[in-house]
C-alpha cells in the first residue's frame, strides 16, 4: 500500500481502464483541477486545470468517465458548469451549462447519456454523450445529490438531501416508480456489478443504508464511525 499526497482538499475520485490500462482520476475542491495517476508507479500523469478559469476556485469536481466515448465529464458546484475532456489527450473540448449547484453525475450503461443532479434547482439534465448538447431536463421532487444506475440501465438511482429518501426511477419513462426512506444527508450512492444491492452513504446518520434492489426495500442500516460521504 502506498500513500500518494494531493493537494489541500482532495474531493472525487474515480478509477478507469483506457487503452487496457488503469488510471486514477482525482478531482480537488479548490483549483488544483483534475490529476490522472498512473496506480502502478504512482505518477501523475497529467494536471489538468479548470478550463478558461485559471486560479479561480472551481469547488467540488464530481467526476464520470464514458468509456465509448473516451471522454472525461467533471461537474463544479460552484461554477454551475459540466466540462468534457478528450480522454486521448486530455484536453478540454466543451463546456456545458448545468442547473444551480450540480452534485451527482453518471454516465448511463450503454454510455449515451450522462445525467447531472442539479440541487438547488431540483433537477436532473440529461446530456446526449456522442454531441454534449443537453437533450432533456427533468424536475425531481426534493434535492437530488448522488446518483448510479442498474447495470442493466433499466432503473436510476437518486438520492435525496431534502426528504432522506431513495428515489428509483425508470430510465425510459423518467418517472419515479419508488421513493425509499433511509438516513438522514444522504451523499454517496454505489450499485453491485450483479445489481442486486444498493449502497447509500448517510453523512449526518453515521450510518451506510443497504437496499435490496430487486424488492426495492431497504434490509440494513449499517452504522459507521466517521461522517460516511462517498
Known amino acids: 500500500v502506498k500513500e500518494i499526497a494531493a493537494e489541500n482538499s482532495p474531493f472525487d475520485v474515480i478509477s478507469i481502464e483506457k487503452d487496457g490500462k488503469e488510471l486514477i482520476i482525482l478531482s480537488h475542491a479548490n483549483d488544483k483541477g483534475i490529476w490522472i ?77 450522462v445525467y447531472i443532479t442539479n440541487m438547488a434547482s431540483k433537477n436532473i439534465t440529461i446530456i446526449k454523450s456522442e454531441n454534449d448538447v443537453v437533450e432533456k431536463t427533468i424536475p425531481f421532487n426534493g434535492l437530488p445529490n448522488a446518483i448510479a444506475f442498474s447495470p442493466d440501465g433499466k432503473y436510476i438511482y437518486v438520492t435525496d438531501e431534502e426528504n432522506f429518501k431513495l428515489f428509483i426511477i425508470d430510465s425510459n419513462s423518467k418517472k419515479t416508480i419508488k421513493e425509499i426512506l433511509i438516513g438522514i444527508a444522504p451523499r454517496g450512492i454505489t450499485v453491485t456489478p450483479d445489481g442486486r444491492y444498493i449502497y447509500v452513504s448517510n453523512l449526518d446518520s453515521f450510518s451506510v443504508t443497504a437496499v435490496d434492489a430487486d424488492k426495492m426495500e431497504v434490509i440494513a442500516n449499517i452504522p459507521v464511525s466517521s461522517l460516511p460521504s462517498g
Request: aromatic share 12%; charged share 25%.
Open 37 to 113: 495517476i498512473d496506480p502502478v508507479t504512482y505518477k501523475i500523469e497529467k494536471k489538468i486545470s479548470l478550463p478558461e478559469k485559471g486560479d479561480a476556485p472551481a469547488g467540488y469536481f464530481h467526476l464520470a468517465y464514458n468509456p465509448v466515448y473516451k471522454k472525461l465529464y467533471a461537474v463544479s458546484r460552484n461554477l454551475k458548469e459540466a466540462y468534457v475532456f478528450d480522454a486521448i489527450n486530455w484536453q478540454h473540448v466543451k463546456t456545458i451549462k448545468t442547473g444551480e449547484m450540480p452534485s451527482g453525475i453518471a454516465v448511463s450503461p450503454d454510455s449515451r447519456y
